[in-house]
């Protein structure tokens, strides 16, 4: 079992800067870690993915060269520091970790573990 909690939710203007963290607790090892997320009327989707060592990560184009994930496993923590924001990143952003395949790594059921949330609202 893994158990995930996010944090550093807010608000924020647009153009400005977030910083989410999501701190894992059980088995991890080997594990790939992302985030999703879901606006109001609409479907939870991908917002980006890192494999276990940290060598690979994995985002949609919406969000491409304005977010970073990054993972420290000593701390057994994942990160996604999103910068640029606009308001159509208003959303619950979801921290996700499991043993996923390449195909399922943007899917939803792709992993086996998710956070609660934490809500990110963008003004304009």
């Known amino acids: 079992q893994v158990q995930l909690v996010e944090s550093g939710g807010g608000t924020v203007q647009a153009g400005g800067s977030l910083r989410l963290s999501c701190a894992a607790s059980g088995r991890t090892f080997g594990t790939s870690m992302g985030w999703f997320r879901q606006a109001p009327g609409k479907e939870r989707e991908f917002v980006a993915a890192?494999?276990?060592?940290?060598?690979?990560?994995y985002y949609p184009d919406s969000v491409k060269g304005r977010f970073t994930i990054s993972r420290d496993n000593a701390k057994n923590t994942v990160y996604l520091q999103m910068n640029s924001l606009k308001p159509e990143d208003t959303a619950v952003y979801y921290c996700?970790?499991?043993?996923?395949?390449?195909?399922?790594?943007?899917?939803?059921?792709?992993?086996?573990?998710w956070g609660q949330g934490t809500q990110v609202t963008v003004s304009s």
């Open positions: 996700v970790a499991g043993s996923v395949t390449a195909a399922a790594r943007m899917a939803r059921n792709g992993y086996d573990y």
């Open positions: 890192i494999t276990w060592g940290g060598g690979s990560t």
